[in-house]
């Protein structure tokens, strides 16, 4: 197997390839950076920023960019098996149905994040990436979105119609009343004052 195949067969097309990631047999890593100029020299593979490449998918009026919501996504989401990022701020408040606001900033809480805040641009995406309070699994991130979504709404302003929103956002999510029990200490008091202000702590079940 070539070094081409290995990377086609294991990212596919239209995929980011993550260097960091990349462990093709026992070759170093100047040997991998050494092989990617190739490919990208040859056209195979195009470079999207620094550390990540794709192999774009070709279409009639030219080769395909990278779309950077499937970097955002495997950079600081999920990468199909493990969950380690969710959205946050004005992006998931329109997940819930609580504002048509569509922002121009993505704000996202992950575990990929070392520093407490930082914005950085992926693309022409503008990303505002926070540390995690606590790890986020597939496991607790239902509980930690729900908690952070507590946390920036303001109960006063949620009109009959929100609040309806609210409880279609609670069961389609699946949040459990134990679950946010067992992940409240990790958030400010606030979160909890708000879910009980809201009427969403009596949604849960």
Do not use: C
């Not at 239209?14 to 490919?39: D, H, Q």
């Not at 569509?102 to 805040?117: K, Q």
Request: charge should be positive; hydrophobic fraction near 35%.
């Amino acid at each position: 197997m070539t070094f081409s195949e290995y990377l086609k067969g294991y990212y596919g097309v239209g995929e980011p390839i993550y260097v960091a990631e990349i462990a093709f047999k026992n070759y170093s890593r100047p040997w991998i950076f050494k092989e990617l100029k190739k490919l990208v020299e040859s056209g195979e593979i195009k470079r999207f920023d620094t550390g990540i490449y794709y192999f774009p998918r070709k279409m009639p009026y030219g080769d395909a960019h990278l779309d950077p919501r499937k970097v955002v996504q495997r950079r600081f989401l999920s990468n199909g098996n493990e969950v380690y990022g969710y959205v946050t701020g004005i992006s998931l408040l329109n997940m819930a149905g609580l504002t048509t606001q569509v922002p121009n900033l993505l704000e996202l809480v992950t575990n990929n994040e070392t520093t407490r805040v930082r914005d950085i641009r992926v693309g022409h995406q503008r990303i505002r990436a926070r540390r995690s309070r606590t790890t986020v699994t597939k496991n607790n991130v239902n509980a930690l979105q729900f908690l952070d979504l507590m946390n920036i709404i303001t109960p006063k302003n949620l009109d009959e119609t929100e609040r309806h929103m609210l409880q279609k956002y609670i069961r389609s999510s699946g949040v459990t009343r134990d679950s946010v029990v067992q992940y409240a200490g990790y958030f400010p008091a606030r979160a909890m004052k708000n879910m009980i202000e809201s009427g969403a702590a009596y949604d849960l079940t």
